[in-house]
């Protein structure tokens, strides 16, 4: 099975004298604690064998980084979370390779409002209404954070929302009623929705429903499963349901007429990938894992990068079959 060789940007303050391998089952993890990257990231890298090179990412970040990063922010009681993937390596012989190039580039973007917004805005602390909880569990989910930090406030913000009611559930067995107890009003949670897609059905609704709270919300906040790319793809699709939907019941309480309308939130930060497939020479006697080009350059955004005459920029689809 063809093996990769996995670059990633680490958010972390943690520093060592030394750079660290650390191996657990079948993975190794370098962390670079000895030369960041920058003020707040270290470069760390990982080899996982995988059918496809993508395929093996996920392996990577969930089997090999995820543990190691998981330790050893328990035993500093520091946040280490990984970032931006850098570079992708397969494991080659022979004077051309080929990898994957990504350069990040964030960038402050102010989110500007005006004399109306800040006016409906006082109103409504004028008339006492920003009272809910949900409105400061919003707030929260609207920070630069992972989707899974995002979810647990939104989905907080939407329970809030809907308000409890009695539920008296059926034993599946004996088909008699068991002890009622205190639930997120499910009638109150499709009438939300129901503001964002009018279109909604009932009997859709109660299956997606019980889907999110069996697989996203119960398994987050019980703590039962491990938050893999699957996971959290899944909760950001299911956030971008509800909370478009509980925001637009708090804007209609409110009284903002003018506010912002879009799914994804205003996070200050404009972020862009530029991700290349590139093929390049390397001596003959070059080991399995060669050194990668340097990121190809944009000289104009409206031109082809720039790159060196030993690299050939190849249709970055391909890396799919790669």
């Known amino acids: 099975m063809p093996r990769y060789k996995f670059t990633y940007s680490v958010e972390t303050p943690l520093r060592a004298e030394r750079d660290v391998t650390l191996t657990h089952g079948q993975f190794s993890v370098h962390l670079g604690l000895s030369r960041p990257l920058d003020q707040e990231r270290i470069p760390a890298h990982t080899v996982v064998e995988g059918e496809k090179c993508w395929e093996a990412n996920a392996i990577a970040m969930e ?7 998981d330790a050893l922010s328990l035993h500093a009681k520091a946040p280490a979370m990984l970032l931006d993937l850098q570079s992708v390596v397969k494991a080659e012989t022979g004077s051309t390779r080929r990898t994957v190039l990504i350069e990040s ?3 402050f973007q102010p989110v500007y409002i005006n004399n109306q917004a800040i006016q409906e805005v006082q109103d409504a602390l004028n008339k006492g209404k920003v009272v809910r909880a949900a409105f400061r569990w919003l707030r929260y989910s609207y920070r630069l954070v992972p989707v899974l930090e995002q979810f647990v406030f939104a989905w907080l913000a939407f329970e809030n929302s809907c308000g409890t009611k009695k539920h008296t559930p059926i034993c599946e067995y ?3 009623e068991r002890a009622p107890y205190d639930r997120a009003d499910r009638d109150e949670a499709f009438r939300i929705l129901q503001l964002r897609e009018p279109q909604l059905q009932r009997a859709e609704f109660d299956r997606t429903i019980k889907e999110w709270y069996s697989e996203l919300r119960s398994a987050v906040l019980h703590g039962g ?5 699957a ?3 899944k ?3 299911a956030m971008n349901r509800f909370r478009p939907a509980v925001e637009a019941l708090a804007q209609q309480e409110l009284g903002f007429r003018r506010a912002y309308p879009g799914i994804r939130p205003n996070e200050g930060m404009l972020q862009t990938n530029w991700q290349h497939f590139v093929e390049f020479a390397c001596a003959p006697d070059t080991g399995e894992f060669a050194d990668t080009p340097p990121v190809p350059r944009f000289a104009d955004r409206n031109e082809d990068p720039q790159v060196d ?3 050939t920029l190849l249709n970055f689809e391909e890396s799919k079959n790669w």
């Open 174 to 176: 004996c088909k008699k």
């Open 309 to 311: 005459d030993s690299v």
């Open 225 to 229: 499963r491990t938050p893999d790319s």
């Open 235 to 237: 909760m950001r699709e």
């Open 105 to 107: 580039h964030s960038v």
């Open 63 to 69: 089997d090999a980084f995820g543990p190691a990063l």
């Open 231 to 233: 996971l959290r793809q």
